[in-house]
């Protein structure tokens, strides 16, 4: 083994308060009565509570920690932190002790008015709790602040609402677990006690000198460029998705990994994704309240150790126009705590009942709910992104490849399936070269819902987000899918009979979900809307979707949310949306006043010297002329646009909030920023660089 090897064996976790941590240091009875909280989700009492809180503050402390804090997920698209040192009150001598109580572990108190509640919290209605989720380890993070005890919790309300990403998320992780408990035990299985949605996110972003950021106000302000015109060269050679990583950028993911590592989270997989500057990295499967804490630790490790590299790590989902956006590649399955995996087909898929049935639930719930799904990855940066530069479109339907679509085919066309589709071989043709093992089912990049072997790939999520609010609807929907199929199966005297006429129903009434061919292509979009699937472009057009009847009887039924809960967090979407949009303005208008147009009529009056000079000497003036009188209408049209979009944006801020002012965002003040950006983006074509009062996609994207 390498040193490198055992290196990265000794470091993996060093930092997390794991399972062999507590094995260590806790007394056994301690132990098992957290293991048992852990896997079955019993309470924890306070006595026990008391003795892991004192064993975690031990170890923090050996490692350099002077205070903790509860780590949560809050609706503003980040997370949240309040730090307390563990010293208790002085001592009559002066000295302090160090102590940390299983009170302070398992609740803290953050004030819920300061963030985002939809109404639920006014501004005096300020109490807000968070609760440890031990089911998610406490790390440390080292960083400028010192050695740092992170607790994840959960984040509600006074009353209980959740006012965070993680609380429904765990709802729906118990809701999936009973549903398919009950279908595993109609197919005999009596050894498996549990059922976790397993989930993995790669993350793509971009990384950028720091130093070029610094000087782009709408970098800075927004995560993304308002303006700027196309390089000579963007990404139309394909030369830069699995090149070479150039080193400065290796150096970066060198540290990555190792800080991630350090903090439990299993990053595997680094390369250079399709645009310049722009990269991946994926880690393994984990339990989904594990993903989603570890995601959100990926993004701010990004973050800080670009800073170290004089880089900046770009997160938005359309950092510049006309290359490769950036996404989260959400793969899903369901996992046993026996290690079955329920979205495994097998070697005979048509054989399998049980995978069909899950199978074709999975096809019921995305059908039914496709406007959830979609709303799940709705955010103002992928309203950029969706439908373009290697994303999925907006419209969702299922790739199941050429094995499951004909195993379907034949459950639709006889009612009966009897056999599947073979890989075979893969023949290079290069007799130094083995043959390969052929999979039954090619790749479909252009699906947004894509079966990719053993789980299902959703493509649209955005890669600022937080991966919770697509797993809590896709656990809720299939968990709602499995339950009506156990209330039919349950109820059957003849349950092969039942299983395979269920089998057959959900494949011939949710056939329309299915499509495995080209995404990007116009004549999807015709016919998906004759087949009568939405196609929702937009944020706005998306958020609706949180609130009909429809969506409100799931989580209700479910205990996911409640209706009042779904009511604020549509409010939170739209208000999130305005602010969003009124920023990017608002940095425009800025940029364009103070920085654009000031540089521009310098140059004008250059171009004038210049062709009076000329003129002077008699010489032809033409080209400075023609020059002259080009720039000049550009500097008429771009001043046009931008008083244009002051005076839209003003009209903005007087609307009343929520959907009206969401939906006038983007119907008049979105329009009024691309007219803007039009003429400003040919002025950059043809503006002196020397003049020109920022750097440009060339210099940000191609020198890194």
């Known amino acids: 083994?390498?040193?490198?090897?055992?290196?990265?064996?000794?470091?993996?976790?060093?930092?997390?308060?794991?399972?062999?941590?507590?094995?260590?240091?806790?007394?056994?009875?301690?132990?098992?009565?957290?293991?048992?909280?852990?896997?079955?989700?019993?309470?924890?009492?306070?006595?026990?509570?008391?003795?892991?809180?004192?064993?975690?503050?031990?170890?923090?402390?050996?490692?350099?920690?002077?205070?903790?804090?509860?780590?949560?997920?809050?609706?503003?698209?980040?997370?949240?932190?309040?730090?307390?040192?563990?010293?208790?009150?002085?001592?009559?001598?002066?000295?302090?002790?160090?102590?940390?109580?299983?009170?302070?572990?398992?609740?803290?108190?953050?004030?819920?008015?300061?963030?985002?509640?939809?109404?639920?919290?006014?501004?005096?209605?300020?109490?807000?709790?968070?609760?440890?989720?031990?089911?998610?380890?406490?790390?440390?993070?080292?960083?400028?602040?010192?050695?740092?005890?992170?607790?994840?919790?959960?984040?509600?309300?006074?009353?209980?609402?959740?006012?965070?990403?993680?609380?429904?998320?765990?709802?729906?992780?118990?809701?999936?677990?009973?549903?398919?408990?009950?279908?595993?035990?109609?197919?005999g299985n009596t050894t498996s006690r549990k059922v976790t949605p397993s989930v993995g996110p790669e993350q793509e972003y971009f990384l950028v000198d720091a130093n070029k950021f610094l000087q782009r106000k709408d970098l800075i302000y927004a995560g993304r460029t308002l303006f700027g015109a196309m390089p000579p060269k963007g990404q139309e050679m394909d030369d830069h998705y699995f090149g070479t990583i150039r080193q400065r950028v290796a150096a970066f993911m060198k540290d990555l990994n190792e800080e991630l590592w350090k903090v439990g989270v299993s990053a595997k997989t680094q390369h250079n994704e399709v645009a310049p500057a722009q990269h991946e990295l994926a880690p393994i499967y984990a339990p989904a309240n594990i993903a989603v804490d570890h995601n959100q630790l990926i993004m701010q490790t990004m973050k800080r150790i670009a800073c170290r590299h004089g880089m900046k790590c770009l997160l938005h989902e359309k950092p510049f126009a006309g290359v490769n956006g950036s996404g989260k590649h959400n793969n899903w399955s369901l996992v046993t705590d026996d290690g079955i995996n329920m979205l495994e087909p097998g070697k005979t898929p048509h054989e399998n009942m049980q995978f069909l049935l899950v199978l074709t639930c999975i096809l019921k719930a995305v059908n039914k709910h496709a406007d959830l799904l979609r709303e799940s990855a709705a955010d103002p940066g992928n309203d950029h992104r969706l439908g373009a530069n290697e994303a999925p479109p907006a419209i969702i339907s299922v790739f199941l490849g050429e094995q499951l679509g004909d195993v379907m085919e034949q459950l639709i066309s006889t009612g009966e399936a009897t056999?599947?589709?073979?890989?075979?071989?893969?023949?290079?043709?290069?007799?130094?070269?083995?043959?390969?093992?052929?999979?039954?089912?090619?790749?479909?990049?252009?699906?947004?819902?894509?079966?990719?072997?053993?789980?299902?790939?959703?493509?649209?999520?955005?890669?600022?987000?937080?991966?919770?609010?697509?797993?809590?609807?896709?656990?809720?929907?299939?968990?709602?899918?499995?339950?009506?199929?156990?209330?039919?199966?349950?109820e059957t005297d003849d349950f092969d009979k039942a299983v395979h006429d269920l089998i057959k129903e959900y494949a011939i009434e949710n056939q329309r979900i299915v499509f495995n061919g080209d995404g990007y292509s116009e004549a999807w979009v015709a016919e998906a809307e004759r087949r009568g699937l939405p196609n929702i472009k937009s944020m706005v057009e998306?958020?609706?979707?949180?609130?009909?009847?429809?969506?409100?009887?799931?989580?209700?039924?479910?205990?996911?949310?409640?209706?009042?809960?779904?009511?604020?967090?549509?409010?939170?979407?739209?208000?999130?949306?305005?602010?969003?949009?009124?920023?990017?303005?608002?940095?425009m208008i800025d940029m364009a006043s103070k920085q654009i147009i000031p540089a521009i009529m310098k140059y004008t009056k250059t171009l004038a010297d210049t062709v009076l000079s000329v003129k002077e000497a008699g010489a032809d003036v033409s080209v400075q002329s023609g020059l002259l009188s080009e720039v000049s209408g550009l500097l008429?049209?771009?001043?046009?646009?931008?008083?244009?979009?002051?005076?839209?944006?003003?009209?903005?801020?007087?609307?009343?909030?929520?959907?009206?002012?969401?939906?006038?965002?983007?119907?008049?003040?979105?329009?009024?920023?691309?007219?803007?950006?039009?003429?400003?983006?040919?002025?950059?074509m043809i503006v002196d660089k020397d003049v020109w009062p920022m750097p440009s996609y060339g210099d940000l994207i191609f020198e890194v």
């Open 542 to 587: 998306a958020i609706p979707a949180m609130t009909t009847d429809k969506a409100v009887e799931l989580f209700e039924k479910f205990c996911v949310f409640t209706k009042v809960e779904l009511e604020s967090r549509a409010e939170i979407q739209y208000e999130a949306y305005a602010k969003a949009i009124n920023i990017e303005a608002r940095t």
């Open 1 to 187: 083994m390498s040193a490198e090897l055992v290196k990265v064996a000794d470091i993996f976790g060093e930092n997390v308060f794991n399972d062999t941590a507590m094995q260590e240091r806790l007394p056994k009875k301690v132990y098992k009565n957290l293991k048992k909280t852990i896997e079955e989700g019993n309470e924890l009492d306070l006595e026990t509570a008391d003795v892991i809180a004192h064993e975690m503050k031990e170890w923090a402390i050996e490692k350099g920690a002077t205070h903790y804090t509860h780590w949560f997920q809050p609706l503003t698209g980040v997370t949240a932190e309040k730090h307390d040192s563990f010293i208790s009150a002085p001592l009559p001598s002066g000295k302090v002790l160090m102590s940390f109580s299983g009170k302070e572990l398992i609740k803290g108190e953050p004030d819920a008015s300061s963030f985002p509640s939809g109404g639920l919290r006014a501004t005096f209605e300020a109490r807000g709790y968070t609760a440890w989720d031990c089911t998610s380890p406490a790390f440390i993070r080292q960083d400028a602040a010192g050695a740092t005890l992170c607790i994840p919790t959960a984040f509600c309300s006074y009353k209980g609402e959740a006012l965070d990403q993680k609380t429904p998320l765990l709802r729906s992780m118990e809701a999936i677990c009973i549903q398919s408990m009950r279908l595993l035990r109609l197919f």
């Open 419 to 490: 056999h599947s589709l073979k890989g075979g071989k893969l023949e290079t043709g290069v007799k130094t070269l083995p043959d390969l093992a052929k999979d039954a089912t090619d790749r479909n990049r252009t699906s947004p819902f894509a079966f990719t072997g053993n789980k299902f790939e959703f493509r649209m999520v955005g890669s600022r987000d937080s991966i919770a609010a697509p797993n809590v609807v896709l656990n809720t929907i299939v968990a709602e899918a499995f339950a009506e199929a156990c209330d039919v199966l349950e």
């Open 636 to 684: 008429v049209e771009t001043k046009t646009a931008l008083e244009a979009l002051i005076k839209v944006t003003d009209e903005a801020a007087e609307k009343e909030e929520g959907a009206v002012q969401a939906n006038f965002y983007h119907d008049e003040v979105f329009p009024a920023m691309e007219a803007l950006r039009a003429p400003v983006d040919r002025l950059e």
